[in-house]
């Protein structure tokens, strides 16, 4: 049932996708704290999921697959909407724009601000998951990315077929 509920909401959201960047967003504006992860105290499950949902939206734009990535964005929505915890409110702020956004660029614009707030989250939560920080220089015109993996070999979100294996690993998060 949950199944059939996601995909006629993702079908919903489909005839209402932006296309123009939103601009009122901020990265800055938007940074989670390792004090807010602390405080909030999420369970092993629960901290699980959001990397997990985070690592399929990962997988969609190493693919440059733009509904995927909407797709993977609005299940994890789906998975939360009746949180009303603020730390996940503040970290799905991103999640949302990409799960409404019709292009892919624009999705890696949004992915690289939940990079930021998925590495905080990782390092201070506890989950049964061996993570690594990874890093593209080249991305954004040369100003460079980072993003979270599960495996250690690079797979590039933000260049996806067009230079797949451009990053390294700048650490791992146990």
Not at 92 to 120: C, M, P
Request: charged letters at 25%; hydrophobic letters at 40%.
């Amino acid at each position: 049932m949950k199944t059939i509920l996601s995909i006629a909401l993702f079908i919903g959201l489909v005839g209402c996708q932006e296309t123009t960047l939103d601009e009122n967003y901020s990265a800055a504006a938007n940074r989670i704290s390792e004090s807010e992860v602390k405080a909030v105290n999420l369970n092993e499950e629960t901290a699980s999921q959001i990397l997990t949902g985070y690592l399929k939206i990962k997988d969609a734009l190493v693919n440059t697959d733009v509904d995927a990535a909407a797709y993977a964005a609005e299940g994890l929505l789906f998975d939360f909407e009746e949180n009303e915890n603020e730390l996940i409110k503040k970290i799905f702020i991103e999640v949302k724009l990409i799960a409404h956004s019709k292009d892919v660029d624009q999705q890696r614009i949004y992915f690289e601000g939940l990079s930021l707030n998925i590495y905080i989250f990782a390092k201070n939560t506890e989950a049964e998951l061996n993570l690594y920080q990874q890093y593209c220089p080249m991305a954004f015109e040369n100003t460079g990315a980072y993003w979270i993996s599960d495996e250690e070999k690079v797979y590039n979100p933000y260049f996806g077929d067009k230079m797949l294996r451009c990053g390294k690993v700048t650490e791992v998060i146990e």
